[in-house]
């Protein structure tokens, strides 16, 4: 069971943008109402700790893997950086792409000093990019840290990236993530259900919060809360920390029909795996996603090959 | 015995706007000069706190339940963020709006560090957003915090938010609260006068102030000195802390007819209860600030039903 | 024996603007070179402290008695912020007017952090006002606190706006007052020199300097060093803080006739007094300011009404 | 065998500016896709510590010296300052240049404070500069340090560095210094890494990193995860601490050979020495970088003269 | 031996600026090379200190003795700040000017605080200022504290007004001091040779550093390193704290003569005298700096008046 989106456009979007904001959420969501997001944005979050190391498949340490992946599995949007886009796109011209606009790395550590991350780039040059590239940009996202001392800055990029990506008829999708001095449990569901609400007044169509868990367990239930508190903003999530892919899956699987979740933002757990074996993590995500696959249904996509869809 | 307002426009109005300002101003007054605002900003200023918990209607943990509310209860403007009504306005087209520029959220105690909280759009957004939508966006909103290390950033964007909302024919409120280390009893009466009275230094329509106290007793007196300090810019005020119906109607019905307030801004004491229970509350509340109900006239109202109107 | 004033265009002026500069100047000098201010811009400095409280007339606590008195009293210009006079203005269109560009409450004291006070427009928006509401808007101000870690914030302020005054036709009046960690004794004479300078620098007509004081003591005299200091920026001076009007003018007096002061900054010694009394306070100042009048002469102004004019 | 390099265009090049940045690409790779970058930028971020003492030949005491080696010797590019590059440019006219944009002093060592610099100018001002001036302005620079407290403020520049240089058909190089408080060890391999993938993120075309050492050494397969990390974003390098310039040759060679890089950048190992001998050593070092000439090959180069060109 | 400059033009003065911008410079230079600089700018960076006290001409005391002097004696250009210049400029219409567009107190110790000191207005302003006053505005200033961590502003806005003097066909001085917490010896002639290499990255066409010592021992030789690190930026410096005429006068020769300087800026050892006698200094020591006379020829102009031009 779907949640309906296709059709619904808020009214920010311009008129004249209706039908290509409606044609970016249909081509990201295909027409599900869910998201399939694959993460490349921790190239600058984390450095090269997500690339490189034991544990890592070699593959992860060229950049471009994470495009063979992005144009080989089944996803709904990729999200990177307008500067290593303009690198690859050319050479991955069917890709879906989301610009991610602000990033920071994590050398600063959060009982150093309260994140601040700004914007690289404007909406206006995303849309200027994707013009003259002629690439499948359909969305932008951008990252907010509630209770940080510059949350004032972030709440002010945010909301403006939100009201422009809708006048140029891309879809929006917020990384809400409370951090700071000012923080104490950073996974609290009633804490995400607040961050779930900011990305609500912000407008944005999509907003990714952390797997919530209440005394150290996760569970589809707790993001509840979220979802309700979200309203008419969808919520995507992680699939936690599990790394053993039928575990991962299940999580997913009850995140979506136990939490409510419209989908996923999923990162390490698909580009640290070998091209292959990552490809097949993509099928399965997007087969729980977008075909209410059950997660036998999509290990056995990860495991031998193929799509459900 | 209403206080007279119709046909006043302040001189930062052109003269291309004068109908547009009174028709708005005639429209969340209802011509009587007095206004009753529905608050809705709290998603952000108060987290989920407000909105999910013990002694809150389930119906609170949706925001669609704000605008259910605004839609059918008697109010004279409904405040929230303008990304919030971009997603439900389409659906309750016929709400009076006031969109709320700047918004924090709560997670930095005045006690860790100052407050600040920064606009999110300009003026002009807003009248885009108007014209865009056809929406009733009849009024902005801002809260400046003196006292506070970084006050000189806000006073410099409310005074500008005025003469914009002005010079689109838009009426302003402004919540004004003195909070940071430098301040002592928040709620002292001649400190909320001096707050008022910078209201009035920025030249807007109207200004929210907490409910002034003494010695912990609240009491519609109190106001009279922020009333007189404001002078042209009328006072409304919270309806104290009280979530009896009854004893919140009675404070109310002082405020206005022993203080000298032009009205109120409610948010938790009507969209905590359940929608036909706000409902009643929002006729009530209405009934005091625009009819000059009686507080048991009012209480009526909330218990069965019906209006003054 | 008056300062020559009528005639003189600083060189920032454009030559389109030198009848309306010349016009706005004869205006609130009244061709004597002399200025008296009557100074309503505390309302946001001092909050409600200045207009309620024991000793102070009830008439002060509404905003509109300064516009009562500024517009029946004699007076060379009123000085409130845009906001306010936006507010009031149509009611007391033929008072000369100086909106006051920046501001800052009180609140955080000195001990606790340097001040800063920032522009709440720009020039540019107070003559789109004065064009649009047809109010004789005759100048600016602006307070700069040389000795605060923020003074270059100021000083960047202060001189964007003498320049843009000029260009505009207006008349500039910089209040600037040594303040912060970093300065000893705010009323040091020479200090008070070396703030007129800072005046004179900025290319201001006028600047409102602290009364100066050596081991507790005030006189004329104190000011020669900083007449001198300013050269052809005119100082204005507070009255000192006698409160007793006989001893107020003899000090108005000594400041113009022995220090050399073009004229004067009052504020609470009017506005503080019942509408009557304030009115023949103003009378009586502005005979000293603008007539020569004696101490004596001045004290029966005040004490039986009447002017010297 | 090169890394091939003719021909790509990052898609947030225009197509009007394509065969501009291809032509700047070749000017300065010698269409092998290397790039020697002969760096003149330290007169700021050193003062005069790198021309002026013992060991240091005198002819470095003048800048000319730079734009005699540049014009003289067999380089890719010659990076410096717009400001110093418009006082000898005239007299100079044939050397490629790259303006380097940010730069601070320093006097700040990194203990007392965490790194800042910030652009100078636009890329707009130097393309204006390079279109008046009719130079070869080839490339424009700009230095990050990830890890500073300030880093926000520098990724947002060096984003906006690298798109509006391939707007203008001009090539990028971004200087990665991991550098503050934060930071362990400078330069740890996997670090580094990290900051050649932050230069991929940003879209460079180039990056210069620190030469990485494991334990204390160094050595060109430490490049080895940084090059792979940076993908389609060339590493360049310093030839490490070696003065002796054999070792520096060789160790150039490895870095290229073994470890992957592009290129380098090279500043005292050549200004310090006499014009004559810094004029053979870029030609020896550019004997490496652009012919695959061997250690030996070069330094009979630095020794004798001559090019392998 | 003058030091050629007629006729040499940096490269980011456009053409149709060539010739406006060499008559300024020869303007000031007097088509030697050489810089007689008459500050006057220490009104706000040292408040009355300077121009009223023991051992201070009462001439001093009012800011037009500094425009009598410049227009009487023989000076290469008078610098003061905008503001004051316009009261006084149309009194004095042959004098050259320097506006000096940044400026702040010493209020603020360095040992309390790093300094900043921020333009207080644009090149365009000053280019617009001086079109319509019609006055002999042949240069602007501005001062940069390398070292303190204020320092990347000040490059920023330093870096911005050499380009934009130049793009406006005005000559450009940098005052270049390091100073700040990070900084030793502010008079060090190593680090002096390095804020002297500052200007040369800047572009800027003179640069004023402080006259540099060794172990408490300043003298022309210590010059030689910054005036080589300048290349074709131009040294000028202060005549030593010495405040005996003849041996001003004999540093002054030393520093052009022995240490290669291209002039002077003095402002205290002239204006502190009285009219008559501080005009025989500007020409003594016009006649040191345009005329290569001895200190004892200097010294009789001083005396006996008369000029050796």
New interface residues.
Partial sequence: MHQGSSGF????V??SMHSMYCANMDLITKKTGRLMLFAG?Q??EH???D???VGISPDD????HLFRIAARGRIGVFA???????????DYPDVPYLVKIN???H???TE??DP??????SVD?VAC?AR??G?LVAAVGYTVY??S?H???M??EA??M??DA?RHGLVSVLWVY?R????GDEKDP??I???A??A?????DFVKVNSPKRAGISGGVFLD?AV??A???KVICAGGSATDPLEFLTDLHRQIHEGGCAGNATGRNIHQKPLAEAIRMCNAIAAVTYDDATPGEAYLIYTRGGTSG
Same sequence: chains 1, 2, 3, 4, 5.
């Fill in positions: 456009v808020p009214l920010d311009p008129p944005d190239k600058i450095l090269n700790d690339f490189f190391g340490a060229d950049p471009e990177a950086q307008m500067g290593l886009i303009a690198r690859y796109g050319a990033g920071k790395s050398l600063i550590r150093q000093h601040v991350s700004t914007s690289w780039c040059d990019f003259d590239s690439l509630p209770g001392i949350e004032a800055v709440l002010r909301a403006c939100v009201r809708h409370p700071g001095h000012a923080i009633h804490l259900a607040g961050a609400g900011v609500a007044c912000l407008g944005s809360e309700r508190a309203g008419r903003t």
